[in-house]
């Protein structure tokens, strides 16, 4: 998906030998929270613009009080930039064949992550595309969520390669994709309507094909 800043996993979850734990009564009250907030904020942004909705009017209608809004996502902001999909994106390129170049394996393993999120709620991720393309807020406070989603590649990519997490060179490609894919993405929905998930594909392509080629035109 759009960069964007994940919520903490669980550190009891951190053995990869066991099979992952059902979450606990308290963990899914959470996660339905978060997400009645989030589709309550959407639904408004659709009805009335951005920055005509106010974060008490998404509590009052989300049916819980503005601190908790707050508790879950910091700022207005981070209910269109906050979500849970990095972790998918890391462990899908870790799932790339191990010969395979890493460009090719991150532009592989962040399309294929888009494809499953926007198959998961077209509608939702259509918009929130829209949103970041369109709120200045939202552009400005995605720098920050978007540190992460590097982060959390180049740890992968620095498996791949050998090289250090820190590496200048790893953190240039990392981040040029990144841009360059958001880039793919806004021109997917540029026209009004997004096409199809090939539609993407082909855009992706192009977008990093640009990097792989060297950065000529």
């Given amino acids: 998906m759009a960069p964007a800043r994940t919520e903490p996993a ?54 819980v009080s503005p601190s908790t809004v707050f508790r879950y996502f910091p700022t207005k902001e981070d209910i269109v930039l906050t979500d849970e999909y990095d972790p998918l994106i890391e462990e899908t390129l870790r799932q790339r064949p191990p010969n395979e170049p890493p460009v090719t394996a991150l532009r592989e393993a962040l399309y294929s992550s888009i494809a499953r999120i926007y198959q998961a709620d077209a509608a939702e991720t259509l918009q929130r595309i829209r949103l970041i393309r369109e709120v200045p807020a939202l552009r400005g406070r995605m720098s920050e969520h978007s540190a992460e989603t590097a982060w959390l590649l180049r740890r992968a990519l620095a498996e791949r390669t050998g090289r250090a997490e820190d590496d200048l060179e790893l953190r240039i ?41 060297g950065l000529t035109l």
């Fill in 10 to 63: 669980d550190d009891t979850a951190a053995d990869t030998d066991l099979p992952p734990a059902k979450p606990s009564l308290r963990e899914r009250k959470k996660i339905q929270t978060r997400q009645a907030i989030r589709r309550t904020a959407y639904r408004l942004f659709e009805k009335q613009g951005y920055d005509a909705t106010p974060v008490d009017q998404i509590a009052e209608e989300a049916e």
């Fill in 173 to 213: 490609v990392t981040g040029a994709m990144l841009g360059a894919l958001m880039e793919a993405m806004y021109s997917w929905v540029d026209t009004g309507t997004a096409g199809t998930l090939e539609d993407l594909r082909a855009l992706v392509t192009r977008a990093l094909g640009v990097l792989e080629r």
